[in-house]
């Protein structure tokens, strides 16, 4: 299993970034996908699930109504599209499938918001 996420950067508060993570070595239509970020000295939260098509997704309350979780299952990819970025979006992000019980994680894209 890999996941290889990109797309992260510095923003200005207000803006947009849109992130994408390519996966291989499973059956990526087979397993919801999930994003997750990270501040330092905190635990990773849940930022957005999405279904194996697409037509169930989940978002964490701080994000609701700003990011949008997406997946195109031909090209094996999931992406987070990342509106009115505030400061505390500020974090690295991930992410992530759990196959079997197992977490496997990207090595994640820093995103940075600030002014």
């Known amino acids: 299993v890999q996941l290889v996420e990109s797309g992260g950067g510095l923003v200005q508060p207000g803006g947009s970034l849109r992130l994408s993570c390519a996966a291989s070595?499973?059956?990526?239509?087979?397993?919801?996908m999930k994003w997750y970020r990270q501040v330092p000295g905190k635990e990773r939260v849940l930022v957005a699930l999405?279904?194996?098509?697409?037509?169930?997704?989940h978002y964490g309350d701080s994000v609701k109504g700003r990011f949008v979780i997406s997946r195109d299952n031909a090209k094996n990819t999931v992406y987070l599209q990342m509106n009115a970025l505030k400061p505390e979006d500020t974090a690295v992000y991930y992410c992530?499938?759990?196959?079997?019980?197992?977490?496997?994680w990207g090595q994640g894209t820093q995103v940075t918001v600030s002014s």
């Open positions: 070595g499973f059956t990526f239509s087979s397993y919801y």
């Open positions: 999405i279904s194996y098509e697409g037509r169930t997704t």
């Open positions: 992530n499938v759990q196959i079997i019980r197992e977490n496997y």
